[in-house]
């Protein structure tokens, strides 16, 4: 089996390429796009750039594609020429494994299930881009292809294949490790994923048979604040340097304050334990 992974070089895209690399029987490619590429058999490639697209894909020919690409503010191009140069060249034989997100849930209260509604936010919010982009890229892939599957998460956290932590556990770290309190707010809600648990998800999905949409994680949601006093515990330090954060809001910040999701779908088809 040949495996193609683009944003091998990314937090969760790592963590992917490192276990594909490791498995038996499997070919593993991957694409970075800014220097430094974390692991020096990466193919430099702009996935929104056709014709280097094509050549790439070409020449590649993979039997599954695992989409771990991000680029925040400008996520709607990755859609509207990354995803579409991929979708162009997909066969019904390749498999597309596209890492989604709870930000697709921009209405109503979590938990949310895999049946529910999605939404967009207004085009001045924030988070449009990041949350719209993801939105149209599940419907565009589940209009258009049949043989995908689609993983979505909540803020992923810990420490990848290649020792690197998220951004928001490593400036806790930081702050704690200086005696600097730290503040998260109690009233947002997630389902976190480890890092390494959603890797392993990706890695098996890649090599079955199963397809659809999945919610990934542990069943359990928590709130920053909650899951930031574990961290801090986790970490060594003292939980209590970790403090209820404010709960105002800026209009164009808030999105439901609860976007956990319901796990009980993914838990039949993956042999995964979620801490
Ligand atoms: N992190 C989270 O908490 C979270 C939560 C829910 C869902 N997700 C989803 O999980 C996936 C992986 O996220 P991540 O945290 O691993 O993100 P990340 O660390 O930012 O990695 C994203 C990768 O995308 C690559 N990339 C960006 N623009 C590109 C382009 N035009 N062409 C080719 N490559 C490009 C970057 O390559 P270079 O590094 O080489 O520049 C980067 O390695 C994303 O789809 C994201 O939406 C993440």
Redesign the pocket.
């Known amino acids: 089996m040949k495996v193609c992974v683009?944003?091998?070089?990314?937090?969760?895209?790592?963590s992917v390429y490192q276990k594909l690399k490791d498995a038996k029987d499997v070919e593993v490619v991957g694409?970075?796009?800014?220097e430094p590429?974390?692991f020096d058999d990466l193919y430099k490639?702009?996935?929104?750039e056709e014709e280097a697209f094509s050549n790439f894909y070409k020449e590649t020919k993979p039997d599954v594609v695992v989409?771990?690409?991000?680029?925040?503010p400008?996520?709607h191009?990755?859609i509207d020429r990354?995803l579409i140069n991929l979708i162009t060249f997909l066969t019904p034989q390749t498999k597309l494994v596209?890492?989604?997100?709870?930000?697709v849930f921009t209405d109503g209260k979590g938990p949310y299930d895999e049946e529910d509604n999605t939404s967009k936010l207004p085009e001045d919010h924030i988070y449009s881009n990041?949350a719209n982009a993801?939105v149209k890229a599940e419907h565009f892939i589940t209009k258009e292809l049949s043989n995908y599957v689609i993983l979505?998460?909540?803020?992923?956290?810990g420490e990848n294949a290649i020792g690197k932590l998220?951004q928001r556990t490593d400036e806790l770290s930081c702050r704690l490790r200086s005696d600097q309190q730290a503040e998260f707010r109690n009233d947002l809600v997630r389902t976190f994923v480890h890092v390494e648990d959603l890797a392993n998800v990706i890695v098996e999905f890649a090599g079955n048979e199963e397809k659809g949409l999945f919610h990934v994680g542990p069943e359990d949601k928590k709130s920053f604040y909650e899951f930031m006093q574990q961290m801090a515990e986790q970490m060594g330090y003292d939980p209590d340097l970790v403090k209820k954060g404010s709960e105002d809001e800026i209009a164009d910040r808030e999105i439901p304050k609860d976007i956990s999701l319901k796990t009980e779908k993914i838990k039949e088809v993956t042999k995964q334990n979620f801490r």
């Open positions: 683009f944003g091998a070089s990314g937090y969760v895209g790592a694409t970075y796009l800014e590429a974390i490639l702009d996935v929104n989409w771990s690409v991000m680029d925040g400008n996520e191009e990755l990354g596209y890492m989604s997100s709870d930000f990041y993801k979505r998460a909540g803020p992923i956290y998220d």
